[in-house]
């Protein structure tokens, strides 16, 4: 994993890519910098100087009555205080009304000139603010000590800062955005929107340093109360770019493919391949636990459970959670027993009556670890292909269920914090309309259960649109099994026969009417160029008949 580009960890559905992320800007690390950097600067410029002698207000006889740069300096200062307090005081008397000011500050001034007064004349009897005398160097008493720990506390400040300012990620799939923050050491926060409930996207570059350095605020908005901003984002304006083109190409994508798909199965009736089935989810969830036999099986089950021929699937408390909350009865009983057995040589004629306890003890603290587990194990959360359910059940007692139709769904985010992280189990949180938001508390592999919840979500959407589009298919359906019953569609055979039917007609017709007229044609063109010939012989005949008689007569 790079230092300041860290790689995030994404339960990606089938077919997911990452298009683009991006990470808060240098800007902000700054301006988190800049407290704990001013500390670090000046407890340990204090400790370094007087580790080396420094100190503060000594005299050097050397410099009595003298004036130096600095002393120039406090008289200009001086000078500049009694001009501006002179001129407040004149523009008061000048004030036609009488009321006084709401705020009257010249008395900060007024303080102020009397400080330099006293300042100036300080130095001008030879004292020092700052001295320095290395054969008072001091480099290790308490107040050093004090002054070098505040210092390091301070750079392990900046230090946590970098880390937590490189953590936070704003990510973009070809199926949602996801925040996903991370305060380090601290808890693990991811929250996301799909992008078919995406309402609206916004950009703000509104301040100078914001369009020079080339950061902003990306705001996403759903449908429902939900939204996401990141806040000193890097390059807003291609990420804001990015979301809307593929924004665009979902919405441009989905509705004529699924129009399409429904047509050609439904009206066409063309089915699927072998082994395919329209609306099958698949999906896979390691179950933890499912192995465990005997009294583990009873304390800690399987985890989630899941049937398979439903998709059902169940969660409970993670069973690390479970032993941590049975750890305290179990703790206590222990100690009891521990300091029995260690007792026990020395209590001889009370050993009964320390039975007596001990086993009191161990029954009021079986009963406490039997009842916290039934309150643990006995919390489920449910998710199938239509709802989510919340089920708490007390031990003998009443059942709280609550459910929510799973298109209900705005949001889905988890929180873990870094222990939590460690043991492997985190909160799950999901948002609602108007059925109050659920809550799934310490569940195993949280980042898991809310890519889950968000396949189901998904899935029954693309389904909720061709149940939608259900109402026109059917249309669409009869009115093609109307066109085939009144004759409009033909089959290939009544193709074929019409084809045959008109080639038999064309050829009678040509016989009959074409051929005839075609043959009467060719014929009378034929006896036009007969006679055209005979003309052409018995012209040249004539010209050759007179030639001859012509050169008799000449010879004559």
Aim: glycine letters at 6%; aromatic letters at 10%.
């Amino acid at each position: 994993m790079a230092l300041w580009d860290p790689e995030i960890e994404l339960e990606l559905d089938e077919g997911e890519e990452i298009l683009y992320q991006t990470h808060h800007h240098w800007v902000l690390l700054i301006e988190e910098e800049f407290f704990p950097f001013l500390i670090v600067l000046i407890a340990g410029g204090v400790a370094t100087f007087r580790a080396l002698g420094g100190g503060v207000f000594g005299i050097d006889q050397n410099q009595t009555q003298q004036l130096d740069w600095l002393s120039f300096l406090l008289i200009a200062a001086l000078a500049i205080l009694i001009v501006t307090w002179a001129r407040e005081e004149d523009l008061k008397l000048k004030k036609k009304s009488k009321q006084k000011p709401a705020v009257d500050l010249t008395w900060i001034l007024q303080v102020g000139i009397l400080g330099v007064l006293a300042l100036l004349w300080f130095r001008y009897q030879g004292g020092r603010v700052l001295v320095f005398n290395p054969d008072a160097a001091v480099p290790f008493d308490l107040f050093n000590l004090v002054l070098f720990g505040i210092a390091f506390a301070g750079l392990i400040w900046i230090l946590y800062k970098a880390l937590d300012w490189r953590d936070d990620t704003l990510v973009l799939t070809n199926t949602r955005i996801i925040l996903d923050k991370e305060e380090f050491l601290v808890r693990h926060v991811q929250q996301q929107i799909l992008l078919v409930d995406v309402q609206q996207v916004s950009m703000r570059q509104n301040t100078y340093p914001q369009v020079l350095f080339n950061y902003g605020i990306i705001t996403i908005q759903s449908f429902s109360l939900k939204k996401i901003t990141f806040h000193h984002t890097t390059r807003p304006k291609e990420m804001e770019r990015r979301i809307k083109e593929e924004l665009a190409k979902t919405t441009k994508l989905a509705e004529p493919n699924i129009v399409k798909r429904m047509i050609a199965e439904r009206v066409f009736e063309e089915k699927k391949q072998a082994g395919e089935h329209a609306g099958a989810h698949k999906f896979h969830v390691e179950t933890t636990g499912a192995n465990r036999s005997g009294v583990f099986r009873w304390l800690f089950p399987p985890n989630p459970e899941i049937d398979e021929k439903s998709g059902q699937i169940m969660w409970r408390p993670s069973s690390i959670y479970v032993a941590l909350q049975l750890l305290r009865p179990f703790t206590i009983w222990l100690g009891v027993t521990l300091v029995l057995a260690f007792t026990a040589p020395f209590i001889s004629e009370w050993l009964w009556l320390a039975i007596v306890g001990w086993a009191l003890v161990t029954l009021i603290c079986g009963g406490w670890i039997f009842w916290l587990r039934e309150e643990l194990v006995n919390d489920v959360y449910i998710l199938n292909k239509r709802e989510i359910i919340d089920v708490d059940q007390k031990p003998f007692g009443p059942v709280d269920r609550r459910t929510a139709p799973i298109d209900r769904i705005q949001n889905i985010s988890f929180d873990v914090t870094f222990l939590e992280q460690l043991l492997g189990f985190g909160t799950v949180k999901i948002q609602t309309g108007g059925s109050g938001d659920f809550t799934f508390n310490h569940v195993p592999d949280p980042r898991g259960v809310q890519a889950m919840v968000n396949d189901y979500l998904t899935d029954f959407k693309k389904s909720s649109a061709e149940r939608n589009l259900q109402n026109s298919i059917d249309v669409f359906r009869e009115y093609h099994a109307l066109q085939r019953e009144k004759g409009e569609l033909m089959d290939r055979k009544a193709i074929d026969s019409a084809i045959d039917e008109k080639s038999q007609l064309a050829v009678s017709v040509y016989a009959d009417q074409i051929a005839p007229i075609q043959i009467a044609l060719t014929l009378r063109q034929a006896l036009r160029a007969q006679v055209r010939a005979a003309r052409r012989a018995r012209v040249r005949k004539l010209i050759a008949r007179h030639r001859i008689s012509g050169d008799n007569t000449k010879e004559s």
